[in-house]
């Protein structure tokens, strides 16, 4: 073993430029980073993310206000324990699953806990004062104890997936150490709980070991390691899950991993991780006047590459972390909440996250086992849920049959998970995730949908009942009907760009024509389908995924924005029941409907903390649902900020297209949109400065661009570019694949034309509970 750092006690600057993650050394690594209360360098890349560091000034009672820590796999909340001198730091693991098919995902594949470390002081906890700094994704602070205080710093290791803790006391609390203690492996889900459900056994407990075993084989084991030098000590954990069948090895593995991070140079170890994070945050950039809604959307970048990673597990609604109550979600829901979620990836420029599209090319094997047996042709796929991040939804579980006594919410899961994934396509261009992924599967999901199309005395195709997620049961349902039309249409395009002459094109066409139109009403709107009108509260925008995020209507085109508005204007005027998501989605429809100043009013009133339907957003920007966590709706509202500066669809680039009058400034760069396009604008005073866009496709470039007046357009060699002029503030022109194009307000000076933190447009209250 080596001694916990062969620079031995060098200790951090305020910008985090090297690592102390050594027991004993002077503290002033555990004090908050500079960036919590000013900028720490000239980069504003360092600079938005480092200002919004996350502060406690009060100790946090559980995960509705804990700082929180992942690498897409371990996770950690860190509050108060059960007594007044303990912390309780609560791991999960996003992997650490039950393998009993027998039952529905819920309780079969149900998520399970794993347990908690203690740390005891001799004094009752009298103050904290912790940081979660952002850009380093580390944890650092303070206990003050009616004895003394410690200080403490942790992380989990972005690669390794090791958890490093280091903390020194002062005199008084030199006893302070750190126990651990597993919880029960058995589901926590109360929902749907079979009688003859047994919990797994007792783990066994060794030396800094606990060994949990599976009823269904394979199992976990959660190890740990102390290096103690002076009175500071190094705490190492790490959490090893073995599949049923695999090497029964989790307890070695586990137990050598913590050696092997204990044999490594902590220095070394800290800059891995920090290194991977800076050039996480730096692939995008967004800056705003409102500091608190820019600091919450640096947090949910934050949370989503701490919850999932792209050949990672799929984020279920607790993600990585768990929650110690509420805790009836286990798994993984397909109908709104993995598709709102993830939705931040695409536009934020991170496709490192797309844990979606990787499980659907990883285990498209499991699909068919969705699918009712009497269905089961080898061509047609379903996607239930809950399921687990392996798109298994239980042995004996399906789907159901429109138009039978089995109708489900589940019909339209994998139709609109392959819209996420048809958005992968879109801002990456690479055909391979078309061919490979979008066209096979979305097929398959069709053709499942086909069999329960009728014709009727009109001619057109009807679809037997089925259910509205989250309403009710309806004939000519629009949330399926718009998922089977964009399906259609979908693989028609899909088919001509891949130079597939597909037997199943007539077919799909056949659909595309006569699929009936959605039931309407003349005052309300688009229903919920035939003869079932939206009459009260719903939370769920099931019957306007036409409208968002499927854009079958487009407000550019003036016939569509009637019923655009209708539909609209009845939905928002019952909000008695709405969640968290349901005002993020209203916020990105009033986006796309040029209606900038609704955008940011249902925006903020969700942000606020407002509490409707006994949920609410959380200090820590977490959500909960009455006292269950949802991670969805937080993650959801960061794709609400980004469609309001930018937004790609039918081959049009708009750049601030929904500003706020209240948001002069603004400040973008590298933020992506469909047709691998990158962009970077600044605004100030409440006029565009410049736009920036780079082609990483070649692929044609419609774009209003919102600079007022006459325009140059360059190229990255400063040469006039040919475009022409097609609407107000709208070109077109050709980016050649990896080209670049300048617009700027016609003879002014080139400008500086990179990001730049824009001026805060006053007060604003740090997420955390900084007072």
């Not at 909340?77 to 650490?96: C, D, E, F, I, R």
């Not at 410690?150 to 280091?166: V, Y």
């Not at 009109?458 to 309806?474: F, I, M, N, Q």
């Not at 500003?659 to 409440?686: C, P």
Request: aromatic share 10%; charged share 20%.
């Amino acid at each position: 073993m080596t001694e916990f750092s062969r620079r031995r006690f060098v200790s951090t600057t305020a910008a985090g430029t090297t690592a102390l993650w050594l027991a004993g050394s002077r503290t002033a690594w555990a004090s908050p980073p500079a960036g919590a209360a000013g900028p720490a360098s000239s980069d504003p890349y360092e600079n938005t993310v480092r200002a919004a560091a996350m502060t406690w000034r009060r100790l946090p009672t559980g995960w509705q206000e804990a700082p929180f820590l992942a690498n897409g796999h371990l996770g950690a909340l860190l509050y108060a324990g059960a007594t007044p001198n303990t912390v309780k730091l609560m791991l999960s693991h996003s992997q650490v699953q039950d393998q009993r098919g027998q039952w529905r995902g819920g309780i079969g594949f149900s998520r399970l806990p794993v347990g908690y470390f203690t740390l005891t002081l001799a004094g009752e906890i009298t103050a904290v004062d912790w940081t979660l700094d952002l850009y380093d994704a580390e944890l650092r602070g303070t206990v003050t104890t009616t004895r003394g205080s410690l200080a403490f710093c942790a992380l989990i290791h972005n690669d390794t997936g090791a958890l490093l803790l280091s903390t020194r006391p002062t005199a008084g609390e030199e006893a302070a150490a750190w126990t651990f203690q597993w919880l029960p492996a058995a589901t926590t889900r109360t929902s749907g709980r079979p009688a003859d459900y047994t919990p797994n056994p007792a783990p066994r407990v060794g030396d800094g070991y606990v060994e949990q075993p599976l009823l269904a084989g394979g199992g976990w084991t959660t190890a740990w390691r102390e290096r103690r030098e002076g009175t500071g000590r190094l705490l190492v954990a790490h959490l090893v899950y073995r599949f049923p069948g695999e090497p029964a090895a989790a307890t070695s593995a586990a137990l050598r991993a913590v050696d092997r991070t204990l044999a490594t140079d902590p220095d070394r170890l800290v800059d891995r991780h920090r290194d991977w994070w800076h050039a996480y945050y730096r692939r995008s950039f967004l800056s705003v006047p409102d500091k608190r809604l820019q600091s919450f959307y640096v947090t949910q970048l934050y949370k989503l590459a701490s919850a999932t990673r792209a050949r990672g597990p799929v984020i279920s609604e607790w993600g990585p972390w768990f929650p110690e109550v509420g805790n009836n979600w286990t798994a993984v829901w397909w109908n709104l909440n993995v598709q709102i979620g993830m939705a931040p990836v695409h536009g934020s420029n991170h496709p490192e996250l797309d844990s979606v599209t990787h499980a659907l090319r990883r285990f498209e094997h499991h699909l068919p086992a969705s699918v009712p047996a009497a269905y089961r042709d080898g061509e047609s796929y379903a996607l239930g849920h809950p399921s687990d991040w392996q798109l298994r939804a239980g042995d004996t579980y399906d789907v159901g049959i429109p138009g039978s006594d089995r109708i489900s919410d589940n019909f339209g899961n994998l139709t609109w998970a392959l819209h996420h994934v048809w958005l992968a396509y879109r801002h990456s261009m690479d055909p391979a995730v078309l061919r490979d992924v979008v066209y096979p599967i979305l097929a398959k999901a069709i053709t499942f949908y086909a069999h329960f199309l009728r014709e009727g005395s009109d001619g057109r195709l009807h679809l037997l009942t089925t259910r509205s997620p989250e309403y009710a049961d309806a004939a000519d349902c629009t949330y399926d009907l718009s998922l089977i039309r964009w399906g259609v249409r979908t693989l028609i395009g899909s088919a001509e760009l891949l130079r597939h002459d597909d037997p199943r094109l007539g077919r799909w066409r056949d659909i595309g024509r006569r699929l009936t139109p959605y039931a309407e009403d003349p005052a309300a709107g688009v229903m919920i389908g035939k003869d079932v009108p939206l009459a009260a509260s719903h939370r769920h925008h099931s019957h306007l995924l036409w409208l968002h995020p499927l854009r079958e209507r487009n407000w550019d085109r003036a016939p569509d924005r009637a019923v655009m508005r209708r539909s609209m204007d009845h939905w928002v005027s019952m909000r008695e029941l709405w969640h968290g998501y349901s005002y993020a989605t209203a916020s990105s429809m009033y986006s796309v409907m040029d209606e900038p100043e609704k955008a940011l009013d249902f925006l903020t009133f969700f942000t606020d903390l407002n509490v409707v339907a006994d949920c609410a957003m959380t200090v820590n920007t977490m959500y909960r649902e009455g006292r269950n966590l949802a991670l969805e709706s937080p993650l959801s509202a960061a794709q609400s900020m980004l469609d309001m500066v930018v937004q790609g669809h039918d081959g049009v680039v708009k750049v601030f297209p929904s500003l706020s009058r209240r948001w002069a400034d603004a400040s973008i760069a590298s933020l992506r949109t469909q047709g691998a396009f990158l962009v970077d604008a600044d605004r100030s005073g409440g006029l565009t400065r410049w736009v920036r866009v780079r082609s990483e496709a070649g692929a044609p470039l419609t774009l209003e661009h919102s600079v007022e007046g006459e325009i140059d357009v360059r190229d990255g060699r400063g040469h006039p570019v040919r475009r022409r002029e097609t609407g107000p503030g709208r070109i077109t022109l050709d980016v050649p694949r990896g080209g670049t194009v300048l617009i700027t307000p016609r003879g002014s000076r080139r400008p500086e034309t990179g990001p730049r933190e824009v001026p805060s447009n006053g007060a604003w209250t740090r997420w955390g509970l900084p007072d």
